[in-house]
DNA sequence: GCTAGGTCTTGAGAAAGGTTAAGAAATCAA
DNA sequence: TTGATTTCTTAACCTTTCTCAAGACCTAGC
């Protein structure tokens, strides 16, 4: 159960067989279904959630009820409302699966205990929240500077996997284009690649 | 020179005495002008600033020649090129000041040094950057989901001190959107909630 | 194999925002 | 204080993307 999860830490800092064991005691697993919830808008996020197995995604809704992806997670990827996470406000938005998931989750309490007991996983989250600031300040900067087609193709070459596994209209939102706009975009590359 | 930095730290995290000192030696003070560079494109950035007093800002600059701004520090505020400065790559950033600046650097090896020296400043840095996680994620969704004119209201109900103190075509570039729509938009704002 | 539900594509018209260009206003330095 | 420089505003026109609507495609369950 926690294969994934120690190959993903180890790849960013050293741990014991001890603090292993340790770590594993402040973990749950959980499994959920295609389309289940883990946390609907107006509730507290409780866990950080570590995919296993399986794909979730986030998203909010507007007030004309259209959803908006935030993020994916798949096998390696944690997940969670990190606002409503760490400072107890209901969250704004919804978490559910895309695929079947097998999670691993940890509470607020615990996360807090573990990095205390746990120094070197205090560690791991500063790399890895290091890392999202850096992927997030990508998707803002490409976000803020490109029109609908370079959005596109920026997400295309840096992040090929999420355009295979994630379906197309999601794709869209996830870029905040429409899947029109998306359509028409993959048709137009389409036709100037392949001259047949 | 360390007033605004110790007050900003011990927000977040209990330092001793003994910590503060140590903490002390490895920044460095620097000053720059106003327009002076911190930070060139192509070069690889060596220091995160801590900003003491005055207004930086990042940009880069796209193929047609146009800027567009990532952020913006004002006193208590980091500036650098995260991604840069943890993988030693070329920035593509510009980093320079829009009012005179007084700044604390720390270079890549004396901060990891720091933060195996002073675990408590480990701490610190993992907290900053979830707060980081956090409001990048916010200006995001806002830049995915809304119109020009609601990210402006978006951004003056989130950050009305950005507004005051960034001239308005950076706010502009900030948002994505260009000076023109910008100042029809505050003309239009101007005109709908005032009736004299 | 057939049908229901979802997903993707396509087209026409509308709206939002960008572009270009010119002038007004503010700022700064001599 | 006045000319020079930069910033902000305004207007006419143009491009991109969205909206709405219809039809094609695909897949799962019967």
Redesign the interface.
């Known amino acids: 159960m926690f294969e994934v999860f120690f190959s993903q830490v180890k790849d960013k800092v050293l741990l014991s067989e001890a603090e292993q064991k340790l770590v594993k005691t402040f973990f749950s697993p959980k499994k959920i279904r295609k389309k289940q919830y883990l946390l609907q808008e107006g509730n507290i996020c409780r866990h950080l959630a570590f995919v296993e197995k399986g794909l979730l995604r986030s998203y ?1 809704v ?1 007030e004309k009820g259209v959803e ?1 992806m ?1 993020h994916f997670a798949w096998e390696g990827w944690w997940m969670a409302d ?2 409503s996470f ?1 400072s107890d406000e209901p969250s704004t938005y919804h978490i559910d699966a895309i695929e079947e998931a097998e999670l691993l989750l940890i509470s607020q309490t615990d996360f807090e205990k573990m ?1 205390l007991k746990v ?1 070197v996983m ?2 791991y ?2 790399i890895l ?2 890392n ?3 992927s ?6 490409s ?3 490109n029109s609908a087609e370079e959005k596109f193709l920026h997400l295309s070459a840096t992040n090929p996997a999420l355009i295979k596994r994630i379906p197309q209209q999601l794709v869209a939102s996830y ?2 284009i429409t899947p029109e706009t998306l359509s028409r975009i993959k048709k137009k590359l389409a036709k100037g690649s392949s001259k047949t």
């Open positions: 909010n507007d908006h935030i990190m606002l760490l990095l120094p205090e560690r989250f500063r929240f290091q999202n600031i850096i997030k300040e990508r998707r803002l900067i976000s803020i500077t870029l905040g």
